[in-house]
Antibody, heavy 123, light 107 residues
Framework: EVQLVESGGGLVQPGRSLRLSCAASGFIFDDYAMHWVRQAPGKGLEWVSGISWNSNSIGYADSVKGRFTISRDNAKNSVHLHMNSLRREDTASYYC????????????????WGQGTTVIVSS | DIQMTQSPSSLSASVGDSVTIDCRASQDIITYLSWYQHKPGKAPKLLISGASTLESGVPSRFTGRGSGTDFALTISSLQPEDFATYYCQQSYSTLYTFGQGTKLDIK
């Protein structure tokens, strides 16, 4: 079964850091690009960051650029999101998402989603 | 950044109706456009990629069309399970973007 399981969410104070992780299983992990997508309470989906299969292509939303860093470990079938200088507006459910292709940008969509991990930024 | 604009933001319809959701990109994205269905408490589901390619297992009542900057998702003969929020998303640039969503509810 193809599966993505996120971890690392929680309550954090503004200005602090948090690291999200995503464990992938059921598919050849290093054949695909991976992404993080978030949804703030009452808001729509927001793409956060994406990384190609070999980490050569990485992108970030303007709202997180310079604060968040995406990385992947193909040997451990995992992708991570390091979040620094967290702000209240980063409060959201964060989804780990699999691309249908190896590269970003991609002509394909994102076909497998985790169940999400919740990040709450509050003092 | 490529901006994606969906219309309408919300839509009321009845079971059996046909509805169309529009999505416009701020620049040419060829057919690098996907559609997702999102229900509360669940992970979003990919319906269509490449602007018009239906994903495996998605009912044929879902149809995507368009290229360049103008795209549309049509759902014909609405079923009760179709009431959800729908998003378009471009993957043409390294910075992906979603539309703001269209909430489809029962009239």
């Amino acid at each position: 079964e193809v599966q993505l399981v996120e971890s690392g969410g929680g309550l954090v104070q503004p200005g602090r850091s948090l690291r999200l992780s995503c464990a992938a299983s059921g598919f050849i992990f290093d054949d695909y690009a991976m992404h993080w997508v978030r949804q703030a309470p009452g808001k729509g989906l927001e793409w956060v960051s994406g990384i190609s299969w070999n980490s050569n292509s990485i992108g970030y939303a303007d709202s997180v650029k310079g604060r968040f860093t995406i990385s992947r470990d193909n040997a451990k079938n995992s992708v991570h999101l390091h979040m620094n200088s967290l702000r209240r507006e980063d409060t959201a459910s964060y989804y780990c998402v699999k691309d249908m292709g190896p590269h970003t940008p991609s002509s394909y969509g994102m076909d497998v989603w985790g169940q999400g991990t919740t990040v709450i930024v509050s003092s | 950044d490529i901006q994606m604009t969906q219309s309408p933001s919300s839509l009321s319809a009845s079971v059996g109706d046909s509805v169309t959701i529009d999505c416009r990109a701020s620049q040419d994205i060829i057919t690098y456009l996907s559609w997702y269905q999102h229900k509360p408490g669940k992970a979003p589901k990919l319906l269509i990629s490449g602007a018009s390619t239906l994903e495996s297992g998605v009912p044929s009542r879902f149809t995507g069309r368009g290229s360049g900057t103008d795209f549309a998702l049509t759902i014909s003969s609405l079923q009760p399970e179709d009431f959800a929020t729908y998003y378009c998303q471009q993957s043409y640039s390294t910075l992906y973007t979603f539309g703001q969503g269209t909430k489809l509810d029962i009239k």
